[in-house]
């Protein structure tokens, strides 16, 4: 769909239903848990480079100085080089969580659907997509900080139209960065309490696998990503061919 059509559907679907949409998550997380536990291992696995990279500038001085190490104040070369690739590391775990929730609401799409494509872990890192995610990627550091300038209340704002970015990626293969984040904004606008609602309860549920040892919250906090895929569902709605 083009970014016109998108935005008509936005404006004339009705509010979202916070229970409806609560219960059917429920129902689907049992259907995904599974893949949801792979797609945070892959996450976890694909960030691990840019935390080396970040922490590279330590470790290099930790072998060529190890008094360095012994004394209270790091050199402020080691400071600024770690401040300069800090935003670097930041917009590659994003990008990369960005590519992997939007492969996990394909997955929940296909389940939801009964439909009998495979489950691509990797499906949208593809050169396309992959340009698209460091773009959205940016966007949302530059709305982060924003919020963060509003006092940090504007955070909170922010919460709503970012948490919907991997859904409009996942299923909007038509739309450019920019207008993925106005039509997150305009979803996000129109339902912003229940979706707001919604991101806060089921981030909680999703935290209730503490509980199982600790090793528990693997298997549940992909439960937080799940709503994400009934929002657009309901507000927007897929082609006919699926």
Same mark, same amino acid.
């Given at each position: 769909?083009i970014f016109?059509?998108?935005?008509?559907?936005?404006?004339?679907?009705?509010?979202? !239903?916070?229970g409806?949409?609560?219960?059917?998550?429920? !129902?689907?997380f049992?259907?995904v848990?599974?893949?949801?536990?792979?797609?945070l291992?892959l996450?976890?696995?694909?960030?691990?480079?840019?935390y080396?990279?970040?922490y590279m500038?330590l470790?290099i001085?930790?072998?060529?100085?190890?008094?360095? @190490?012994?004394?209270?104040?790091?050199?402020p070369?080691?400071?600024?080089s770690?401040?300069?690739?800090?935003?670097?590391?930041?917009?590659?775990?994003m990008?990369?969580?960005?590519?992997?929730n939007?492969?996990?609401?394909?997955?929940?799409?296909?389940?939801?659907?009964?439909?009998?494509?495979? !489950?691509?872990?990797?499906?949208?890192?593809?050169?396309?997509?992959?340009?698209?995610s460091?773009?959205?990627?940016? @966007?949302?550091?530059?709305l982060?900080?924003?919020?963060?300038?509003?006092?940090?209340i504007?955070?909170?704002?922010?919460?709503?139209p970012?948490s919907?970015?991997?859904?409009?990626?996942?299923?909007d293969?038509?739309?450019?960065?920019?207008?993925i984040?106005?039509?997150?904004?305009?979803?996000?606008n129109?339902?912003?309490?229940?979706?707001?609602?919604?991101v806060?309860?089921?981030g909680?549920?999703a935290?209730?696998?503490?509980?199982?040892?600790?090793?528990?919250?693997?298997?549940?906090?992909?439960?937080?990503?799940i709503p994400?895929?009934?929002?657009?569902?309901?507000?927007?709605?897929f082609?006919?061919?699926?």
């Open positions: 769909m016109n059509d998108i935005t008509a559907k936005i404006e004339q679907s009705t509010a979202l !239903d916070f409806s949409i609560f219960s059917r998550s429920i !129902d689907l049992k259907q848990w599974l893949q949801g536990f792979i797609i291992l996450t976890f696995v694909t960030i691990i480079p840019f080396i990279i970040m500038p470790l001085a930790g072998v060529t100085d190890p008094e360095m @190490l012994r004394s209270e104040e790091a050199p070369e080691l400071i600024i770690m401040v300069v690739l800090m935003p670097i590391v930041f917009l590659g775990i990008t990369l969580s960005l590519l992997l939007a492969a996990f609401l394909r997955i929940c799409k296909n389940k939801d659907l009964n439909l009998s494509e495979s !489950d691509s872990y990797f499906f949208y890192f593809k050169k396309k997509y992959v340009l698209k460091i773009s959205l990627a940016l @966007l949302a550091l530059g982060i900080l924003l919020g963060m300038l509003a006092c940090g504007g955070v909170f704002y922010m919460v709503v970012i919907l970015i991997p859904a409009f990626l996942a299923f293969e038509e739309l450019t960065a920019m207008e984040i106005r039509s997150c904004f305009s979803l996000g129109k339902n912003w309490l229940v979706i707001f609602g919604l806060i309860v089921m909680l549920l935290e209730l696998g503490v509980l199982l040892c600790f090793v528990g919250v693997l298997f549940t906090a992909m439960l937080a990503k994400v895929y009934y929002m657009y569902k309901d507000s927007i709605g082609s006919p061919e699926y």
